[in-house]
T-cell receptor, first 119, second 113 residues
Framework: DAGVIQSPRHEVTEMGQEVTLRCKLISGHNSLFWYRQTMMRGLELLIYFNNNVPIDDSGMPEDRFSAKMPNASFSTLKIQPSEPRDSAVYFC?????????????????FGPGTRLTVL | AQSVTQLGSHVSVSEGALVLLRCNYSSSVPPYLFWYVQYPNQGLQLLLKYTTGATLVKGINGFEAEFKKSETSFHLTKPSAHMSDAAEYFCAVRDTGRRALTFGSGTRLQVQP
């Protein structure tokens, strides 16, 4: 797998505060995806990067959301200011190499997620 | 545009019974298809995938799925349910021209003793 680490695992904040979610890849890769999971909307893509460049950010809800991928191993998703409707689980995902493969797979491997609660 | 429909948000089976979780997709190009499982408070774990080749795909934990192009389906099955199979299952599709996944709404599987 890609070894995806997300921090924090849980975040509780008050409306209006800035929130930064982090994603670290043990094996760096040039593609990275941010998804959001809610009861109402299920799993939905927010943004994905290829070669550290945002390729599709059509899922980013609004200007309050921003994401960066400064290098092949790290990405941040920032919400400023946060609102109660942003409460969700945010997942980071990246393709990984299957055993014995020399190139990455079509499979996306997910981190454990960050559960965000905005009061 | 691609979409995924999972019929039945909740499925309940008895331990030892057949598990059948349904997934239909729409895609304008040959798709890649995936099933993921999510245990409570955890991330998504890949069960199996179809990209090309054999249409019957075997995955982890005894699950398998068959790609049927004529029916635009990719149903997930397991011959005998185990208590540990209780989780939420997501079908996902990816067009070959797009990297991101489109997920179905998920099916929560309950296994009764």
């Amino acid at each position: 797998d890609a070894g995806v680490i997300q921090s924090p695992r849980h975040e509780v904040t008050e409306m209006g505060q800035e929130v930064t979610l982090r994603c670290k890849l043990i094996s760096g890769h040039n593609s990275l995806f941010w998804y959001r999971q809610t009861m109402m909307r299920g799993l939905e893509l927010l943004i994905y990067f290829n070669n550290n460049v945002p390729i599709d950010d059509s899922g980013m809800p609004e200007d309050r959301f921003s994401a960066k991928m400064p290098n092949a191993s790290f990405s941040t998703l920032k919400i400023q200011p946060s609102e109660p409707r942003d409460s969700a689980v945010y997942f980071c995902a990246s393709p990984g190499k299957e055993r014995g493969a020399s190139t990455s797979t079509d499979t996306q491997y997910f981190g454990p997620g960050t559960r965000l609660t905005v009061l | 545009a691609q979409s995924v429909t999972q019929l039945g948000s909740h499925v309940s089976v008895s331990e030892g019974a057949l598990v059948l979780l349904r997934c239909n997709y729409s895609s304008s190009v040959p798709p890649y298809l995936f099933w993921y499982v999510q245990y409570p408070n955890q991330g998504l774990q890949l069960l199996l995938k179809y990209t090309t080749g054999a249409t019957l795909v075997k995955g982890i934990n005894g699950f398998e799925a068959e790609f049927k192009k004529s029916e635009t389906s990719f149903h997930l099955t397991k011959p005998s349910a185990h208590m540990s199979d209780a989780a939420e299952y997501f079908c996902a599709v990816r067009d070959t021209g797009r990297r991101a996944l489109t997920f179905g709404s998920g099916t929560r599987l309950q296994v009764q003793p």
